[in-house]
Each structure stands twice: as C-alpha cells, then as structure tokens.
C-alpha cells in the first residue's frame, strides 16, 4: 500500500529530503530516519540557518538528553544527526559533527523465556476460571498469550486490534498503526489460526466489524497496564520470579522470546541467518534491520550451548550499540 509522507519544511527541509531519498533509494525503509528527522525539521525552525550549517549551537541543543527518553533513542537521535552531518559534508556544507554518547539498549533488561518457562505459563493461562465480572477473559487469554509467542506481536499490536483485522479464511492479522504508524500482515501458523476461529466463533457473534478483538466485560479493549499486572500474577502461579520493573519479566518479553527461539531454532539448523533476518524483520514489524540483529546476541546469552554456531554463522554481525528500533516502547 503506498503511502505520502508529509514533507520536510524547516530549514533543512532540500537536503532532509534529499538524504531520505537517498536511503530509499539503496533500499533502506528508513522509516525511524524519517520520524527522527520529522522532529528534528521542526526543531531546527528555532535557529537561523545559513547555507545549512550545522552548527555547534544546534548540534549540542538537539543532542541534549529529553525528560523521559530513554538512553537508545538518545543515542539513535544522535548518530541519524551524525549521518545527516556527513552527508552535508559531502554535499560541500558546513558541518559540526554531533558528539557520540555511550549507548545502552534501554533502561529495562531483556528477559527471555525457556521453552520450559513458556511451557508453564501456558499451562497457568488455561487454567484460568470464569468469572463474572469478566466474562471473556478465561477464553481471550489463552489465545491472546499465545498469539504474543507464536507470532511475537507488541501488546499494543494485540490490544489495538478489530474483528476485520483476523482474517481465519488466510491465517493472517492485519496491523495497522504500530509503531511508527507501521502497517504490516502477519501470518499465522494452522493451529493459532483454527484457535482464532474457535474464540470468533464463540464470542464475535453478531459483532460489528471494528469492534475489539480482544474485549472487557463492557465491550471496550483491555489496557497494557491491565494486562501487565495480570501477567505478573501469572507469572507467581507460573513459579516464575518477577525481579522489579526494571529486571522483569514483563509481557514485553514474550516478544523477546519469539525472536530468539526463532533464531536460536535456525542456528542450530545451520540456516542461512543472512537471507533469514531481513525477513524476520519484517515479520516482527521491526524498523529496520539492525533492531532484529541485537537479538543475535541476546539469542547466544540465552543459549550459550549455539554461540559457536552464531559466530559461524554471523561473523561480525553482533551490534555494539543497540538496535535503532526502540523496543521498549509498547
């Protein structure tokens, strides 16, 4: 589906666009590239700008850290403004090269699953008893957990979704609005697709098109905060520490979870990671390529048992900084 972009009109806006373009044209989505330099276009209307220089004035204001951001997207701000700097450079405009800040992937720590831990929290969700005062819940749950691990949905992605998004007759979700209002389908493996139809089947009936998916008592789609303080009582049936809002486990990390038993999976297989990745990433609805790539070493911490066959297989291919996809936001 094509889509317009809205264009670029601070005072880098010629070469804004001209970079993007120049991404696009290798190949590169840059769709987060594009969103960065959305803001940075309106944060550069504050300064005078004279033959598209970049100056030390703009270049320290916009590397300043922001209320509330974490350190990855701190840094990803940084190095695109790096980018832009050196193309300008190249172009014959002055440039300030914008200064590097340490990186860390994000204030919260990656928790991957075992396949036995995995195991035990599904065995807990089926358990689950009715209740009147949710009358859905012990039926949405169980496919809602599973569709997190078998297809590795952001919760948001789940939360958000309608009735017409689950199409059962082609085992496909649409998505629509993700992060970075992304838009992708996802398709589904034959068991995860007949428990859709099942959970439609008894609980859509007579629903309009757009109603939620997944639905409270009163009709209106759960929250994340909700689902997150669900998961973490789960995770006491389960037997599963939960260590602190910063260590985990969060439900976020189901979606971890997916990816690295898909690429601890295709490891020892001896797959082709390079020709995997890419679609893997678009499957999980990544950014970009370099966001799938860290759980190469978040997979070989997890199982320490395929980091030779990860070395093998992906050479240099480990990141130092972090994906430019900020996972952390829901």
Not at 190 to 217: G, M, S, W
Request: net charge neutral.
């Amino acid at each position: 589906m094509s889509r317009t972009y809205k264009p670029f009109t601070g005072p880098f806006a010629p070469m804004l666009t001209e970079f993007v373009a120049q991404k696009r044209a290798l190949g590169y989505r840059y769709m987060a590239g594009y969103w960065v330099f959305r803001k940075f276009d309106s944060f550069s209307m504050n300064y005078d700008v004279v033959d598209y220089a970049l100056t030390r004035e703009i270049v320290e204001a916009w590397g300043q850290k922001q209320p509330n951001e974490s350190d990855v997207y701190w840094t990803n701000r940084i190095l695109y403004l790096q980018q832009f700097a050196a193309f300008l450079n190249g172009q014959g405009y002055s440039e300030h090269t914008a200064k590097m800040h340490k990186s860390r992937r994000s204030q919260f720590k990656a928790y991957v699953f075992t396949h036995e831990e995995m195991k035990k929290i599904l065995e807990v969700i089926d358990t689950m008893d009715y209740s009147p005062c949710s009358p859905y819940k012990h039926l949405a749950f169980p496919l809602l957990y599973r569709m997190l691990y078998g297809c590795g949905f952001r919760i948001s992605e789940l939360l958000n979704l309608k009735l017409s998004d689950v199409d059962t007759e082609n085992a496909l979700v649409h998505v629509l609005h993700a992060k970075n209002d992304n838009e992708r389908f996802v398709p589904m493996a034959e068991t995860l697709n007949l428990r859709c139809k099942n959970y439609i089947a008894t609980v859509h009936q007579d629903h309009a098109p757009d109603h939620p998916f997944f639905f409270k008592k009163d009709g209106s789609a759960y929250t994340v905060s909700g689902i997150e303080k669900h998961f973490r009582e789960m995770l006491w049936f389960a037997g599963i520490p939960y260590r602190g809002q910063k260590n985990g486990p969060r439900v976020h990390d189901i979606r971890h979870t997916f990816i690295c038993h898909r690429l601890n999976s295709w490891a020892r297989e001896k797959a082709d990671l390079m020709t995997l990745i890419p679609i893997l990433s678009k499957y999980v609805g990544h950014t970009g390529v370099p966001s799938t790539q860290w759980y190469l070493k978040l997979t070989a911490e997890a199982f320490p048992d395929v980091m030779e066959a990860m070395e093998q297989l992906t050479g240099t291919v480990f990141p130092t900084i972090g994906g430019f996809d900020n996972e952390q936001e829901q």
